[in-house]
C-alpha cells in the first residue's frame, strides 16, 4: 500500500505555520495587503498579546506593532514591567485592511467574518506557544478571543474564558489611546492600559 506523504518539515513549527499563512486565501483580504503579518516572540511565551491587525507600517515591514500603536505598546509594556522579547505579539487578523484615500491607506476594522476566517491561524499559534495568559488588545482580539462581541469599555481589566478554557484579559487597544484628542484624557487612559498591562503581568506571577 502507498505509504502517506511525510508531512512539510517544519510542519508543527512556528515556521512551518509561516510559511502556510503566507500562502492564505482564506478571506479576500489577501488579495490587497503587501504580505501577511504572522505572530512574533519565544516559542514558549508566557504571555501572547494579540491585536486586531496589522497596519500601514507592519503590512510593509512583514512584523507585528512596528508602527506608532506598536512604539506606544513598547514603551508602556516597559512601564508595566513586560519584556517584549518574553511576549508572543500577534493579531487577530493577519492582513491589513484599508481603504485608499488619495494615496493613503486608511485602517479599516475587520469584520466578523474575517475575524472568524483568521481565527484559523490564531488558534495554531495558541496551540503551538500555549501561553499561559492571553491579553486581548481591544474588540476585534476580544471577539475573537471570547465569541463575546460586547462592548470591551465594560470588559476591560476582566478575565475571560478563551480558546482551550484558556484565561483572556481583556483591555483597549493602543491605538485607541493615540486617537483621544483630549491630552488630559489620553493621560489618564494611558495610565489605565498601563496598569491594566501590569495586572496582567502579576496574574502570570
Ligand atoms: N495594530 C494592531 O492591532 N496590530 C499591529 O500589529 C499594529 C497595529
Request: glycine share 8%.
Amino acid at each position: 500500500p502507498k505509504q502517506p506523504a511525510a508531512p512539510p518539515p517544519d510542519s508543527g513549527s512556528l515556521a512551518g505555520l509561516r510559511a502556510e499563512e503566507a500562502a492564505c486565501t482564506r478571506c479576500p483580504l489577501f488579495s490587497e495587503a503587501t504580505q501577511v503579518v504572522p505572530g512574533e516572540g519565544p516559542p514558549d511565551a508566557p504571555l501572547m498579546l494579540v491585536g486586531e491587525q496589522p497596519g500601514d507600517q507592519e503590512d510593509l515591514a512583514g512584523r507585528p506593532f512596528v508602527g506608532p500603536a506598536g512604539q506606544l505598546l513598547d514603551d508602556i509594556m516597559v512601564q508595566a514591567g513586560i519584556d517584549r522579547r518574553r511576549v508572543f505579539l500577534t493579531n487577530a487578523v493577519k492582513h491589513f485592511k484599508y481603504t485608499l484615500k488619495g494615496r493613503h491607506r486608511l485602517h479599516q476594522s475587520p469584520n466578523g467574518s474575517e475575524i472568524s476566517a483568521c481565527q484559523w491561524w490564531l488558534r495554531q499559534e495558541i496551540d503551538l506557544v500555549k501561553p499561559r495568559l492571553l491579553v486581548a488588545l481591544g474588540a476585534s482580539a476580544a471577539e475573537s478571543l471570547t465569541g463575546s462581541r460586547d462592548g470591551i469599555l465594560k470588559r476591560r481589566g476582566q478575565i475571560e474564558d478563551g480558546p482551550e478554557g484558556l484565561p483572556v484579559f481583556l483591555t483597549v487597544h493602543p491605538s485607541f489611546l493615540l486617537r483621544l484628542p483630549d491630552p488630559v484624557a489620553r493621560e489618564m487612559e494611558t495610565e489605565r492600559f498601563r496598569d491594566d498591562l501590569a495586572a496582567a503581568r502579576e496574574h502570570l506571577e
